[in-house]
């Protein structure tokens, strides 16, 4: 079946960055693009961006610009996201998501993101 | 982009119907067909409820639905049932390959 599993918790310090992985199983991993959806403790869903694993063509959300990179390995179905210069706002869980026309069908199970010095 | 704007909570007891609105613009929720509605209980990954303003993927109740008039869509759960408690989000594509989600709506089933 559809899966998403994504990499474990991390605590990073203000001004780092920090690298998660979203690991796709069970589809053709080229045949979808992938969001990345975060949600801060007690707060609602903000998409980040997408990627296209296909070609690595990505869009980012406005407020990301400059900070996000998505990448993808089509050798290991594997998708990226990369968020730089962390401050305590990025604190969040970050989802991965699999896009299906405009929607999100199959979510990872998050990874927890602690910015704190 | 600003975020759509859904009610901070809704409530219904055992039985009853409920609907949550999502407030968009001429931008995103009033220029497509591509509203999506996700239910998150706490600690787990959102789930699809419903996308393309009215669809339900297979596995999802009947009693889930949705629909848009203008920027508004909205979902109603009706018979709630206890397990129907959670978070819900709604979701629209706001162009040039963007999405928006709404605050979030808390469901309390009494």
């Known amino acids: 079946q559809v899966q998403l599993v994504q990499s474990g918790a991390e605590v990073k310090e203000p001004g780092a960055s920090v690298k998660v992985s979203c690991k796709a199983s069970g589809y053709t991993f080229t045949n979808y693009y992938m969001y990345w959806v975060r949600q801060a403790p007690g707060q609602g869903l903000e998409w980040m961006g997408i990627?296209?694993?296909?070609?690595?063509?990505?869009t980012y959300a406005q407020r990301f610009q400059g900070r996000i990179t998505m990448t993808g390995d089509k050798y290991t179905s594997t998708v990226y996201m990369e968020l730089s210069s962390l401050r305590s706002e990025d604190t969040a869980v970050y989802f991965c998501?699999?896009?299906?026309?405009?929607?999100?069908?199959?979510w990872g199970q998050g990874t927890l993101v602690t910015v704190s010095s | 982009q600003s975020a759509l704007t859904q009610p901070r909570s809704v409530s219904g007891s055992p039985g009853q119907s409920v609907t949550i609105s999502c407030i968009g613009t001429s931008s995103d929720v009033g220029a497509n067909s591509y509203v999506s509605w996700y239910q998150e209980h706490p600690g787990k990954a959102p789930k699809l409820m419903i996308y393309d303003v009215s669809v339900r993927p297979s596995g999802v109740p009947d009693r889930f639905s949705g629909s848009k008039s203008g920027n508004t869509a909205s979902l109603t759960i009706s018979g709630l049932q206890a397990e129907d408690e959670a978070d819900y989000y709604c979701c629209s594509y706001a162009g040039s390959f963007t999405w928006v989600f709404g605050g979030g709506t808390k469901l309390t089933v009494l």
């Open positions: 990627i296209n694993p296909r070609d690595g063509t990505t």
């Open positions: 998501a699999r896009a299906v026309s405009n929607h999100f069908d199959c």
